[in-house]
């Protein structure tokens, strides 16, 4: 084997050794099961030469003494004593495999069922944790498909491929061992026909491996579609396009169709063919062992279990070229898994070698941007163009400008879900690349302008800011970002759930659970992102009371269209085209600015 697809196995056979204990304990099942199957075998021997034809068990080669006893002693019973012990014997066999059979299956699928379980929780936790541009450049179908279609075929390679594998391989032992010390020449003689079965599974097996990976990449994109589809179903109807989105659908639908019959009409292929190459080999040995058992030299019992033994070994050889592919169909998922498995963390990707994190305990001085540019790709114009500004502790910053103008950014660079490639940005004069990014966001509640819930209760989507809240604060948060009076009306109150994305709530109910979230967290740093852009003017109005109450010794950062909800800011930054342009109070704008006060006009005089 090469040495990369050795790495390619040892990466997927890694997902087994937590569970190697229970692996060790099923394989110890098969062997017995194995063992149980062979002795069934061997009872032709006593039925078809004592019990049907009274005749001598006739073995061509010696027999250890212990065995040539047992067999002298069986040819010296009569055929009706052999038929009771055989019965007998025939019962407890078949007892002890069924045991063995289940047992070996209950615990390789415990041991797949784990795996899937324990890779699904890896993958997840790690997209946890990658940075946020990660998000910006994979599409959400794509991250779905790893986490089930992906996983799925690595239960399909444990449960039944690592099963039919490690069982099919103990039979192919034991059953050899019969054949080759019962005839050694015609045993040395079948095994010639193996390397006309391994070679062509070998090669139709690269070929699956290749096919399952366009298969995987189609489901990706159907799981891209499927996610696109539900979310802007809305937008769907309103422009009339269902027809253009089932075309798409379909389109997509049917590249996958075409690749996973592909690869199923070569792992189809696989087993009828070792069957029939197999089935040549059994043509041939029964021509020459049946001369042996017409001149004598061949009891025909002993004859019997060296054809059934034979036999028996077609159907393992065929699960195992099957197993093959299976395991083919794996390593490409195990690829794509890995490509997950193996990104670094927000704090790995974030970490500046050789400086320890240091703690954020608290916020007393405030934020300080100095000469910051940042740019989202490399070879693109820069966002944020030489950057300069403080808040202190206790003020209010807003931030105005239009689309575009480089406002959000700025949150982003704050938050660390990005890095500057110029410039700091410094929490109480530590640049906060030093700081712990665990104890940099705990200080911090964010109110996006996209609202964010989740299929939850009312109460847990508020708690999401305080997970040990207790429903004392979150009535309190509530009340004091008026949502109570909707929640109480909600058929469970608090305990509503209120579908995915909050879809039961209206656009400003929902605003207002994000703000209550905001409002239980109580940071020092809030950051509010056209956080009342989706309230009615009553709404507003209040929401703008409550939160005098809640910015008070806070540093805040406000991203505002609507200047109305920022005229009492400490100080107003007029962003254009990633620079500050202007930069003053509101009174002080007015008097003074250009970009500003046009903007004010625009809004004030519709």
């Keep these: 084997m090469s040495k990369p697809g050795f790495l390619e196995y040892k990466k997927l056979f890694r997902f087994l050794k937590p569970h190697v204990g229970l692996l060790v304990i099923a394989s110890g099942c098969m062997f017995f099961s194995t063992i149980?199957?062979?002795?069934?075998?061997?009872?032709?021997?006593?039925?078809?030469?004592?019990?049907?034809?009274?005749?001598?068990?006739?073995?061509?080669?010696?027999?250890?003494?212990?065995?040539?006893?047992?067999?002298?002693?069986?040819?010296?019973m009569e055929p009706v004593m052999v038929l009771k012990f055989t019965a007998i014997?025939?019962?407890?066999?078949?007892?002890?495999?069924?045991?063995?059979?289940?047992?070996?299956?209950?615990?390789?699928?415990?041991?797949?069922?784990?795996?899937?379980?324990?890779?699904?929780?890896?993958?997840?936790e790690k997209l946890q944790y990658v940075p946020l541009h990660y998000y910006t450049t994979t599409r959400?179908?794509?991250?779905?498909?790893?986490?089930?279609?992906?996983?799925?075929?690595?239960?399909?390679?444990?449960?039944?491929?690592?099963?039919?594998?490690?069982?099919?391989?103990?039979?192919?032992?034991?059953?050899?061992c019969i054949v080759f010390y019962v005839h050694f020449k015609l045993a040395i003689l079948s095994f010639f026909v193996f390397p006309a079965v391994i070679v062509p599974v070998v090669r139709i097996?690269?070929?699956?491996?290749?096919?399952?990976?366009?298969?995987?990449?189609?489901?990706?994109?159907?799981?891209?579609?499927?996610t696109e589809s539900i979310q802007g179903v809305k937008l769907i109807k309103a422009f009339n396009n269902e027809s253009y989105e089932v075309g798409r659908f379909q389109q997509t639908n049917f590249h996958h169709y075409k690749f996973t019959m592909k690869t199923y009409k070569r792992m189809i292929m696989i087993a009828p063919f070792s069957e029939f190459v197999s089935s040549l080999a059994g043509i041939g040995i029964l021509w020459f062992a049946g001369q042996?058992?017409?001149?004598?030299?061949?009891?025909?019992?002993?004859?019997?279990?060296?054809?059934?033994?034979?036999?028996?070994?077609?159907?393992?050889?065929?699960?195992?070229?099957t197993t093959y592919s299976l395991f083919q169909q794996a390593l490409s998922a195990s690829e794509r898994i890995y490509q997950i498995l193996d990104l670094q963390t927000e704090k790995e990707v974030f970490a500046i070698p050789g400086v320890q994190p240091v703690e954020l305990t608290s916020v007393s001085d405030g934020i300080d941007f100095r000469n910051v540019w940042f740019r989202y790709h490399e070879h693109e114009e820069y966002v944020l163009k030489n950057i300069s500004f403080q808040v202190k502790k206790n003020q209010v910053l807003a931030l105005v400008g239009e689309s575009g103008a480089g406002k959000t950014t700025i949150v982003n660079l704050l938050l660390r879900f990005y890095d500057p490639q110029k410039g700091t940005i410094?929490?109480?004069?530590?640049?906060?690349?030093?700081?712990?990014?665990?104890?940099?966001?705990?200080?911090?509640?964010?109110?996006?302008?996209?609202?964010?819930?989740?299929?939850?209760?009312?109460?847990?989507?508020?708690?999401?800011?305080?997970?040990?809240?207790?429903?004392?604060?979150?009535?309190?948060?509530?009340?004091?970002?008026?949502?109570?009076?909707?929640?109480?009306?909600m058929p469970d109150g608090y305990q509503t759930r209120i579908g995915d994305r909050g879809m039961k709530?209206?656009?400003?109910?929902?605003?207002?659970?994000?703000?209550?979230?905001?409002?239980?967290?109580?940071?020092?740093?809030?950051?509010?992102?056209?956080?009342?852009?989706?309230?009615?003017?009553?709404?507003?109005?209040?929401?703008?009371?409550?939160?005098?109450?809640?910015?008070?010794?806070?540093t805040?950062?406000?991203?505002?269209?609507?200047?109305?909800?920022?005229?009492?800011?400490?100080?107003?930054?007029?962003?254009?085209?990633?620079?500050?342009?202007?930069?003053?109070?509101?009174?002080?704008?007015?008097r003074d600015s250009h970009i500003y006060k046009r903007l004010y006009e625009l809004q004030f005089s519709r």
């Design 36 to 76: 149980f199957s062979s002795a069934s075998i061997g009872m032709i021997v006593p039925v078809a030469d004592k019990i049907l034809s009274n005749n001598k068990i006739i073995v061509p080669r010696g027999l250890p003494p212990f065995l040539q006893q047992f067999v002298d002693r069986i040819n010296g």
């Design 89 to 124: 014997f025939v019962f407890f066999i078949f007892l002890g495999k069924m045991i063995f059979v289940f047992l070996q299956g209950y615990l390789m699928n415990m041991v797949s069922l784990r795996i899937v379980r324990d890779v699904r929780n890896k993958i997840f």
């Design 140 to 176: 959400t179908g794509e991250l779905i498909s790893r986490i089930t279609n992906d996983v799925s075929l690595i239960n399909n390679a444990v449960s039944s491929g690592m099963t039919d594998f490690l069982y099919q391989i103990m039979q192919v032992i034991v059953f050899s």
């Design 205 to 226: 097996g690269k070929k699956i491996k290749h096919f399952t990976r366009r298969t995987q990449e189609k489901m990706a994109d159907i799981n891209s579609l499927l």
């Design 292 to 321: 042996e058992v017409i001149q004598g030299k061949l009891s025909f019992g002993v004859f019997g279990l060296f054809m059934g033994s034979l036999m028996s070994m077609i159907s393992p050889f065929k699960k195992i070229s």
């Design 426 to 489: 410094s929490i109480d004069n530590t640049d906060i690349k030093n700081l712990d990014l665990t104890s940099l966001r705990r200080h911090m509640a964010f109110v996006p302008q996209e609202t964010i819930l989740f299929n939850d209760t009312i109460a847990a989507n508020i708690a999401y800011g305080l997970r040990d809240a207790t429903e004392e604060q979150i009535r309190g948060a509530a009340q004091k970002a008026l949502c109570e009076d909707f929640i109480l009306k």
């Design 505 to 554: 709530l209206s656009g400003g109910e929902r605003q207002r659970i994000a703000i209550a979230r905001v409002i239980l967290r109580n940071p020092q740093i809030l950051i509010l992102d056209e956080a009342t852009s989706n309230l009615d003017n009553k709404s507003e109005h209040l929401i703008q009371e409550a939160l005098k109450h809640v910015i008070v010794n806070k």
């Design 556 to 590: 805040v950062i406000i991203i505002a269209h609507r200047l109305s909800t920022i005229q009492h800011a400490t100080q107003i930054m007029v962003l254009d085209r990633g620079a500050i342009k202007e930069s003053g109070t509101h009174e002080e704008l007015l």
